[in-house]
């Protein structure tokens, strides 16, 4: 145990001139690929009556407006954890009600997922004086020694949308459950019910998941980072000032070839 001690004091130099942090380390992690077939969009009071109207949709964009996570323990197996996830997205589609343009509306979609990650155990619990849960004490000090889960997520591709008559539709029944803090990211009110037509999407996304825990380790530290150079800043007297010191933008001018794309072509499937 010495020698190693030794062998890493030769590596990293004088370490016992470094310092204690607490950090997090991620203990486990995984990546997923899902394309998400027939995902129900719960759409917006006047995008719903669009879309009663509507001879056909085509799904503009998506994007991520919130991920929820929850661990908990796997049973009959130490250290191993499932991360409950629920993706909230925002549909926007191109609605067309006969031969003139389409018009734009907006929707909610949600999906949920679960994996089994390693997040080690800990009996230790963490309070920190940054943090008040208030009255949501009752609900999390029993879970105060869990690892952290942490959802890394890009928006998805928008693959394809589909609409179908409601009485089609065997699940298409009134759906709840969405939090007010979501609804308010929307310009009208979400509407599930006594709808004629029901919009399904296509969708394509990527994602990172990781479970961390904080510890603390020490670390070979040289200086503090102090700052060594001073901000340029633009004043009302002379704002070409900064605007001259800018880097001219010739990359915006000429777009990249297909050569300076490496594993980006969306035929190779890795």
């Not at 503009?60 to 499932?82: C, H, M």
């Not at 070979?220 to 605007?243: G, K, M, N, Q, Y």
Request: a negative charge; proline letters at 5%; aromatic letters at 8%.
């Amino acid at each position: 145990m010495k020698e190693n001690h030794e062998a890493c004091d030769n590596r990293l130099g004088d370490f016992r001139d470094g310092v204690c942090i607490h950090t997090d380390q991620v203990y486990d992690s995984c990546r997923e690929r899902d394309c998400i077939e027939d995902l129900r969009v719960i759409l917006t009071r006047c995008a719903q009556e669009k879309v009663d109207r509507a001879i056909n949709v085509k799904i503009k964009s998506a994007e991520v407006i919130w991920v929820y996570t929850d661990l908990e323990q796997v049973p009959f197996n130490r250290g191993f954890f499932t991360v409950d996830i629920k993706y909230f997205f925002r549909i926007v589609l191109d609605v067309f009600t006969g031969m003139g343009r389409p018009t734009e509306v907006e929707g909610l979609a949600t999906f949920d997922k679960k994996v089994i990650l390693f997040g080690s155990e800990g009996n230790s619990r963490v309070f920190s004086s940054k943090q008040d849960p208030g009255n949501q004490v009752p609900a999390l000090w029993k879970k105060n020694n869990l690892p952290t889960a942490i959802v890394e997520v890009v928006d998805p591709i928008a693959l394809s949308a589909k609409v179908v008559d409601a009485c089609e539709c065997k699940c298409c029944g009134e759906v709840s459950g969405v939090p007010d803090n979501i609804c308010r990211c929307f310009h009208d009110d979400l509407v599930s019910g006594e709808q004629e037509k029901v919009v399904f999407v296509t969708l394509g996304l990527f994602t990172i998941i990781k479970i961390e825990r904080n510890i603390q380790i020490r670390i070979p530290a040289i200086d503090f980072c102090v700052p060594t150079r001073e901000c340029v800043a633009a004043t009302e007297e002379e704002p070409c000032s900064l605007f001259n010191t800018l880097r001219f933008p010739l990359d915006e001018f000429f777009p990249p070839l297909k050569n300076e794309f490496e594993d980006t072509d969306p035929r190779c499937c890795k």
